[in-house]
């Protein structure tokens, strides 16, 4: 039991250092060791009770079953079995696996640049990175020289991209964002019919042939409340599918799907994007996302060359929406700013409340005149992102 205390101990002071959280050292009693204070000031003691065993809190705080063995002393068996120690390594720090799992149980703040040792996963450079990735693939900020940066983004529906958009797009040689799921060939995977007759090796054709841009759009587009789990599985894995199936050109951006992540709300505030688990796990692995955040003259979004995150656009799906639309493009030229233009390809003549394939003509038509004068600008997701409409 010496050696646990020690281990313990050793635990936190490291984190004490980082500095991730106040590290209570008073031992209030024999059975308190040493204790990491969340972010709801709840003390947890990584320690043992006067059984030996973690309290119950730090147990259901860890969320983590106790393992018991003659070796493993205060260890924990994480859900894919793998075991974290609370416990010194050689340098007497954490184990950088063990000191993620307690930040990522925990909810602890990291990333400071003291901590002792990097902790596998947590936040620390990749976001940076992946900007820096976007505006290398792109040469830097992309400066319109007044005109207004507009992107198109289209929601899956993927039959009547092919068959209609994509054409439509080709013949004016207009860039554009395709969003969708690496799951959506699987078997009852949502939305099937629509993407119907297409394949992962067409879409990565056009990534290269056309001005097509992916953006990932989580793994499933299921219905319902998602758990902290599957919201993770859908927003990193779905990245890591469609990346791999589709391996031609890098994935950096995000397409918010209108499905429920754990309170993250499709990301409608800050405090979405900053609090949720959900909203950081976007944020970390994309350098730029859509969401559900207005701009104060929304839907003029302004265009600087830095990044906004989680910004809105207008849906271009219903019946007689162009004419609209037209007006909100040519204002946000004359006030050079931004603007997103989202639709949804099954939409197209898909009712008399729907919009047309005339329509959508008319409105790329527009859209090429509207640049071919110098008036706009249109840019795949990822290039209006990084969009500056200075000179
Ligand atoms: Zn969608």
Known sequence: MEILNQSVKKAGDAIAAAPLARVSTAEPSKDAVGGIVDQDNRLTWLTHDESGGPTPYAKQKLGLPTIETETATGGFLDKDNRLTWLTHDESGGP?????DRLQKSLALPTGSPSTPTTPTGAPTNRHAMLENELRLLHGGT????????????????????????????RAR???STLAINSRMYAAG????????ETTF???????????VEIANHGATHRAGTLTEAEAQDDIVNGLKEL????PSKRILTWVQPAIEYPGFNNGATTANWTDTESGKLIY???????????????????????????????????ASS????????????????????????KSIDGGSTLITTAELTDLLDFLKAEQDAGHIRVLTFGQWSIADTGY
């Open 201 to 211: 090796a067409e879409i990565d054709a056009w990534t290269v042939a056309d001005k």
């Open 243 to 246: 990346q791999a199936a589709l």
């Open 189 to 196: 995977a949502a939305n099937t019919f629509e993407n119907r």
């Open 95 to 99: 184990t950088p696996y063990a000191l």
């Open 284 to 318: 970390q692995h994309h350098a730029a996302a859509t969401g559900t955040m207005r701009a104060v003259n929304q839907p003029q979004i302004p265009r600087d060359g830095n990044i906004v995150q989680g910004a809105y656009g207008v849906w271009l799906d219903a």
């Open 322 to 345: 162009v004419a609209t639309i037209k007006t909100q493009i040519t204002a946000a030229a004359t006030a050079h700013r931004g603007i997103i233009l989202r639709h949804h390809p």
């Open 142 to 169: 992309i400066r319109t020289a007044g005109a207004a940066p507009v992107c198109m983004i289209f929601d899956h529906g993927l039959y009547n991209f092919k068959n209609i958009v994509l054409p439509l797009l």
């Open 173 to 175: 040689g207009l860039a």
